[in-house]
């Protein structure tokens, strides 16, 4: 056993520890980090720009984060949310950019115009609705509506192509959105705390965490030749293990884990790699959940742009596998059944018949029909074109509720415990994008008292609107899009 104590260990090597030892490093740089990760390389699961759908969510095109409510009414609140904490990223990307810890910027952002599409007079007069209401919100001035074949033909003319003359559609577009490759942010994060010292253990997973009588914690690795099993005492523990964070954060013994299961989802996308396909198509096209999908299952028609190559993605279908990780165990969901949480799971087993429906469907349905959901996007969709890859692993959240008994809960959760000595991250959406808000929530929530003092001058020098209410003034707004655009070289017209 190591006789050193670290002061931060991260577990995982994905988007979140990444972030995470990086803003620690500009707070603390004296600090001393390790890092586990057990794959043996950092970025193979959700993080990998194969492994998600590499929108950059801000709520332009996403409209799960603005539905209807029972009287008909529309609040923007929510995609405000989500597009002021994506400006977080912009800007914390942006100084890491100027600073040279971030390469060139078209490495892991590209300008791609993010679009809505839906079909039918209801969804058409919605769509209309949301516009009206978005484009009075500094963060969303740019967006246009059209239901002009011809207009939205030029947006994304693969949308059009061959649709039927009598269909009622019509798109938002809004020239502010990007595709990202976030394994790529996660690389050369990682890398850049290398070279600042931090200790980088891949093959390394960890088994268990323990807290020792003084508040610190053992972190227990596996055995290694003739040296039986390792642990490493640490003052601080994040727990950055995507799926994996459940049964770590179970392990850990904090009762603010109690009540916690997980329910994981896989997701599968067509890709197109065809040139002449690709080249026609610069957008992310979302469009309308089936009924009783969940909001993560949103049909999209995507540009890709990895190490500079574009392609096209369509989905996620959804499938069904008890691993938590791409590479977990078939153990992994009922290992991680505890006395506390079986409740919780059960009452969300027996009231989430349409998610059940869905999936059910999703597994079972054959190359035709999938095709067939693309056909809705892309009419002249050929099945020769396209190949089905494997994405991540999400897990949703499901969590005790005082009234229903148990909720499945689409969003992320920070979890913190033992005084703010460990923190961990449960649930995926809306996931990478946001992993600077969700990481600064965790140096507010961990360290109180050095954040509102100390750290947070020192990081609104990389996070100019770090605590400010970005779309409140349109200025702020607007000042925030162009030079994050300007530094990210977000303005190439595409
Ligand atoms: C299909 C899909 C589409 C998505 N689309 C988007 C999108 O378009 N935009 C967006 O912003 N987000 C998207 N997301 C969500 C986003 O990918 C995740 O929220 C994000 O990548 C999670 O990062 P992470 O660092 O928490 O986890 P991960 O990237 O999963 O990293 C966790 C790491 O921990 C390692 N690990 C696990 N257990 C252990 C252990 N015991 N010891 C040591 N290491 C361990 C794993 O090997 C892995 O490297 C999507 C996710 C999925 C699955």
């Keep these: 056993m190591s006789n050193n104590t670290v002061d931060v260990a991260l577990i995982g090597g994905g988007i979140m520890s990444a972030t995470l030892g990086t803003l620690i490093k500009q707070v603390r ?4 980090i390790e890092i586990y990760e057990s794959a043996a390389e950092v970025a193979t699961e959700s993080s990998n720009a194969w492994n998600n759908a590499g929108t950059g969510h801000a709520a332009l095109c996403e409209l799960n984060y603005m539905p209807e409510a029972a009287d008909g009414s529309l609040s923007p609140a929510k995609a405000i949310q989500i597009n002021e904490q994506f ?12 600073a040279g810890v971030l390469g060139e910027p078209q490495s892991f952002i590209n300008a791609t115009p993010h679009m809505t599409f839906v079909r039918g007079e209801a969804n058409v007069d919605y769509l209309r609705r949301r516009h009206q209401v978005l484009q009075s919100e500094p963060l969303f001035a740019d967006m246009e509506f059209s239901d002009d074949p011809a207009q939205i033909a030029e947006w994304a003319p693969l949308l059009v192509d061959r649709r039927a003359k009598d269909e009622v559609f019509a798109a938002t577009r809004s020239l502010t959105g990007t595709d990202v490759d976030f394994g790529s942010v996660t690389r050369q994060l990682i890398s850049h705390l290398v070279n600042e010292g931090a200790r980088l253990h891949l093959r ?3 088994q268990k965490l323990s807290r020792r009588a003084d508040g610190t914690w053992d972190v227990h690795l596996p055995a290694r030749s003739g040296m039986g099993h390792q642990r490493v005492n640490a003052k601080f523990v994040f727990v950055g293990t995507g799926g994996g ?31 002449e396909i690709v080249k026609q198509h610069r957008a992310k096209v979302y469009g309308k959940a089936a009924v009783g999908a969940p909001p993560m299952s949103v049909p999209h028609l995507d540009t890709r742009i990895v190490n500079g190559e574009e392609s096209l993605l369509f989905g996620p279908y959804a499938g069904f596998s008890p691993n938590f990780l791409k590479n977990g165990s078939w153990w992994d969901l009922p290992g991680s059944v505890r006395a506390h949480n079986l409740g919780p799971m059960i009452k ?20 035709e029909k999938q095709m067939q959901s693309l056909r809705e996007y892309m009419p002249t969709a050929r099945t020769e074109d396209w190949e089905m890859i494997t994405a991540g692993q999400r897990v949703q959240i499901m969590k005790k509720d005082p009234q229903k008994g148990g909720v499945l809960q689409f969003g992320t959760e920070v979890i913190t415990g033992g005084e703010g000595s460990i923190a961990g991250l449960l649930g995926a959406s809306p996931g990478a994008s946001t992993a600077v808000h969700a990481m600064l929530g965790v140096l507010e929530k961990c360290f109180p008292e050095q954040f509102e003092n100390e750290w947070k001058a020192v990081l609104k020098s990389h996070v100019p609107s770090l605590g400010e209410d970005i779309n409140a003034d349109p200025a702020i707004a607007a000042k925030s899009l162009a030079d994050t655009a300007e530094v990210l070289g977000l303005n190439t017209r595409v």
């Design 87 to 98: 400006q977080l990223s912009r800007q914390w990307w942006s100084s890491l950019v100027n």
């Design 29 to 32: 740089p004296e600090w001393s």
């Design 204 to 206: 390394t997973p960890v």
């Design 245 to 275: 964070a459940l049964p770590l954060l179970q392990s850990s013994g904090i009762p603010e884990i109690r009540g916690f299961g997980g329910f994981p989802i896989s997701g599968k996308f067509l890709k197109c790699s065809n040139p």
């Design 348 to 367: 969300v087993g027996v009231t989430q018949f349409s998610l059940e429906k869905y999936l059910v469907s999703e597994v079972l349905a054959s190359r």
